[in-house]
């Protein structure tokens, strides 16, 4: 076959390549077995929907008849999503950091038809140019090495491939668990962050939201103060900056600068929901305005458009519009006049606007000038302005919306949008969480109770095998929202996947976490470690899955099996906390677990008093439990036999094997659950 065969396809990404000259292939068994008969090396291209510089090489090169020419004459070509498959994608990744280069979108791999890698970059100009040579250049001088030099293919693949498989091997270095780790690592990396500007020093600034989550559970073991501002001023700057939204609200992926001002405008699910987490840790503390604001605004956009056609969430909107990054969200000083009239010069200058511009001569609204935030008669004096520039600006052409619905995105989103609702009385928003999890696991989940995930669905279509963060990250949305709601079929649906993880997903003989099942289709090798990258790792996100199902069923072989995977990477978390943070986190809700148990009607109002209060404190380590008078907890609890106290609505707060004196009291509830803060 010669022909372009991406239109078979349901990922957005790869149907903006199906009129390309080029004769894509979707990753699979025919396409490596077309490269075998060939004997043709293959380019495996990898990228996403809302990829800037994956559209740039598009245009310049596979939009290209003479380029196309010459991909299809000397190469079979494979064609990724990065988000359907990150499986693929983990591993030419790391293959390219072993070349020595950093790795990014787009990916652009050379591979034997066996799909083993021997040389890669990632974005290629179609002219020579900034010290590169141009694509036609790489492709003929690669197909040369392969056919003529194959001593130096076989070093490269011999290298790359056992580099590879010995990164999936993990160690133990004897390393116990510690119930002051986070403190530790906190310490160590503390070093780092930019105080002034926010985030971690230097730019590109990414959000980093594993990290930052360590920062504030070591501010409130600790009280060091500087753990708390690390976090708080990242978020003040971050919603203050131009990687967030101020018209339709949500946050781009990073800023390409060290104020947060230039974003990389493409939005993502999965970043969106870790800063609606982090946003409600530290509302929950200080009922800081702006992050409640910023919450709501971005609660909104989600609701507005983010929700797929299944009622599950969408994935991405990209960073170009009219071939132009930025296009839709960026304005002239003109454009800003004749919308505005009178208040221009008021809303120039809380915004950052002038005649020039802020960026590449057009403005991108930010308030990072202006040294503190707006007080609530300046915000609704701006309210209508703001107003009426996002009207005018829903008149643009819009960014690529790439609707595709991920497990494992959806699963961040949905407990993260659950536990903002539980915060700021938004029941609106639990319920939207919980329309979330009903759609993906309808249209997703399959097999006896449920127990199997595809990894995307679109189109009516479910696609590829579940993977390790799609089951991991979907059980600890299935456990938020049996806390938050009752309900026994999220317990139930969250015990069963980490059933089929345990199945078909554990090494049983080095421990962890495999990325893909042992029923998946075989890669060149199986991924397996706990490094959090652009969404926390699986391992780690298991962490926490596994301490929850211990504390609330009491059943052993849950806290065992959690011990056995912290143990499983002790040796790489030592050697690379910052990249494990979310396994360390996930060690210190096993240990320092804040174990609260209200006895009593979910649906009395005295619960529901009592509820209030613990779902407006700050307890990244909360595991609640609310049970009838009827009710008894297992006797692994440290509250098992506690009763309440003259039939009023109880609760205790137990931390390690200690419990407090029984409270009916909202007040001394908050008190107690502050008491170490």
């Not at 990150?86 to 034997?112: E, K, N, V």
């Not at 790439?402 to 009385?425: E, F, P, R, S, T």
């Amino acid at each position: 076959m010669t022909e372009n065969l991406l239109s078979q396809e349901t990922s957005p990404y790869l149907l903006q390549h199906q009129d390309n000259p080029v004769h894509w292939r979707a990753w699979g068994p025919d396409a490596l077995a077309e490269a075998k008969a060939a004997n043709k090396p293959i380019l495996l291209s990898v990228g996403y929907a809302a990829c800037h510089w994956c559209h740039v090489m598009a245009h310049e090169s596979f939009e290209n008849d003479a380029i196309a020419a010459v991909m299809n004459d000397l190469f079979i070509n494979i064609k990724v999503d990065r988000e359907e498959r990150p499986d693929i994608d983990t591993i030419y990744q790391s293959a390219l950091a072993l070349l020595g280069h950093q790795g990014g979108w787009p990916l652009t791999m050379f591979l034997t038809p066996d799909g083993e890698p021997f040389w890669g970059g990632t974005y290629f100009p179609s002219e020579a140019k900034w010290g590169r040579p141009g694509f036609t250049e790489v492709l003929n001088r690669v197909a040369e090495i392969f056919h003529n030099d194959t001593e130096t293919i076989e070093k490269n693949r011999s290298a790359l491939v056992a580099r590879l498989s010995d990164m999936a091997r993990n160690e133990r270095d004897g390393t116990t668990l510690r119930h002051d780790s986070v403190e530790q690592v906190a310490e160590k990396l503390v070093r780092g962050v930019d105080y002034e500007l926010g985030g971690l020093s230097g730019a590109p600034k990414f959000p980093n939201p594993p990290i930052f989550r360590l920062f504030w559970r070591a501010w409130q073991k600790t009280g060091e103060q500087n753990y708390r501002r690390a976090l708080t001023v990242m978020l003040d700057r971050m919603s203050e900056g131009g990687i967030y939204d101020h018209l339709g609200g949500g946050y781009a992926r990073y800023s390409v600068d060290d104020r947060w001002l230039a974003p990389h405008f493409e939005k993502m699910l999965y970043d969106n929901a870790q800063i609606i987490e982090l946003l409600t840790l530290v509302w929950q503390e200080d009922r800081n305005p702006l992050f409640e604001r910023r919450l709501r605004e971005t609660v909104g956009w989600l609701e507005r458009e983010m929700i797929a056609e299944n009622g599950a969430f969408a994935a991405t909107l990209d960073a170009d519009s009219e071939g132009e990054e930025g296009k839709f969200y960026v304005w002239s000083a003109t454009e800003i006049a004749d919308l505005l009239g009178a208040e221009t010069e008021f809303f120039a200058h809380v915004y950052d606007l002038s005649v020039d511009g802020n960026w590449e001569g057009k403005n991108i609204l930010n308030r990072l000038s202006l040294g503190e935030t707006p007080d609530e008669l300046t915000e609704e004096r701006l309210e209508p302005l703001r107003q009426r520039l996002f009207q005018a600006r829903s008149h643009r052409v819009r960014p690529g919306w790439d609707d595709k619905v991920l497990a494992d995105w959806n699963g961040m989103m949905i407990a993260a949008l659950a536990n903002a609702g539980a915060a700021l009385g938004e029941a609106s928003w639990i319920d939207l969480a919980e329309q979330a999890f009903a759609a993906t696991v309808r249209d997703q989940a399959y097999g006896t109770d449920h127990s199997l995930l595809h990894h995307s669905f679109r189109g009516g279509v479910a696609k590829h095998d579940g993977l390790l963060d799609d089951y991991a990250n979907m059980a600890r949305a299935a456990l938020v929202l049996h806390e938050l709601t009752g309900k026994p079929s999220y317990l139930d649906q969250a015990a069963t996947w980490a059933a089929t993880l345990k199945a078909h997903f554990w090494d049983s003989g080095s421990g962890g976490y495999f990325l893909t099942s042992d029923e998946a289709e075989a890669l060149i090798i199986r991924t397996k470690n706990a490094l959090d990258n652009a969404v926390p790792a699986g391992n780690g996100i298991m962490m926490e899955v596994l301490s929850r199902l211990y504390l609330i069923t009491g059943d052993e072989a849950y806290r065992e099996r959690a011990e056995e995977l912290a143990m499983s990477f002790s040796a790489a978390a030592s050697q690379q906390a910052p990249s494990h943070s979310t396994l360390i986190c996930g060690m210190d809700y096993l240990l320092n677990a804040d174990q609260i148990v209200i006895i009593g009607n979910r649906t009395d109002e005295a619960v529901q008093a009592l509820l209030g209060v613990v779902y407006t404190t700050s307890l990244p380590n909360r595991s609640l439990q609310v049970i009838t008078p009827s009710e008894s907890l297992g006797a692994h609890h440290p509250a098992h036999g506690k009763e309440q106290v003259d039939g009023k609505a109880t609760a205790y707060v137990c931390r390690g094997t200690t419990c407090s004196l029984p409270m009916a009291d909202p007040e001394d509830l908050k008190l107690q659950l502050t008491a170490t803060i």
